[in-house]
């Protein structure tokens, strides 16, 4: 069975792994159906692009902006804190890419 990525609405230009994915095919079902090529492993949770996006071009899930690419992302590629301000997370920037967790502050416990 091929890995699948969930598309929320039509308008949506990423879609949602619902299976870890190691590149090659996912198969794209909900508002639309078909096939993406994913450019590189994507875990399941995170989101692949579905189309070219721009440097600065809104990042749409559920319908709505979720922030702003950071840097062109290619179709297939993965969405992340890699490449992707949070238009909700003001410190989005600042988290680690694989861990989440905030890389601005000081552990108490160093």
Same mark, same amino acid.
């Given at each position: 069975?091929? !890995?699948?990525a969930?598309?929320?609405? !039509?308008?949506? /230009?990423? @879609?949602?792994?619902?299976?870890?994915?190691?590149d &090659? +095919?996912?198969e794209?079902?909900? $508002? /639309?159906? &078909?096939?993406?090529? $994913?450019?590189?492993?994507?875990?399941?949770? %995170?989101?692949? $692009?579905?189309?070219?996006?721009?440097? /600065?071009? @809104?990042?749409?899930?559920?319908g709505?902006?979720?922030?702003y690419a950071?840097? !062109?992302?290619?179709?297939?590629?993965?969405v %992340?804190l %890699?490449?992707?301000? =949070?238009?909700?997370?003001?410190? =989005?920037? +600042?988290?680690?890419? %694989? =861990?989440? $967790?905030?890389?601005?502050?000081? =552990?108490?416990?160093?």
């Amino acid at each position: 069975m091929k !890995p699948r990525a969930f598309q929320i609405q !039509p308008q949506d /230009n990423v @879609a949602t792994l619902i299976d870890d994915s190691p590149d &090659g +095919t996912i198969e794209l079902i909900g $508002a /639309n159906r &078909g096939v993406i090529i $994913a450019t590189e492993k994507i875990a399941r949770g %995170h989101k692949v $692009a579905l189309g070219d996006i721009a440097a /600065n071009e @809104a990042v749409v899930k559920f319908g709505v902006r979720i922030g702003y690419a950071t840097k !062109p992302i290619t179709r297939g590629a993965w969405v %992340h804190l %890699h490449n992707l301000a =949070s238009d909700l997370d003001d410190r =989005s920037g +600042t988290l680690d890419l %694989h =861990s989440g $967790a905030p890389t601005d502050t000081a =552990s108490a416990y160093v």
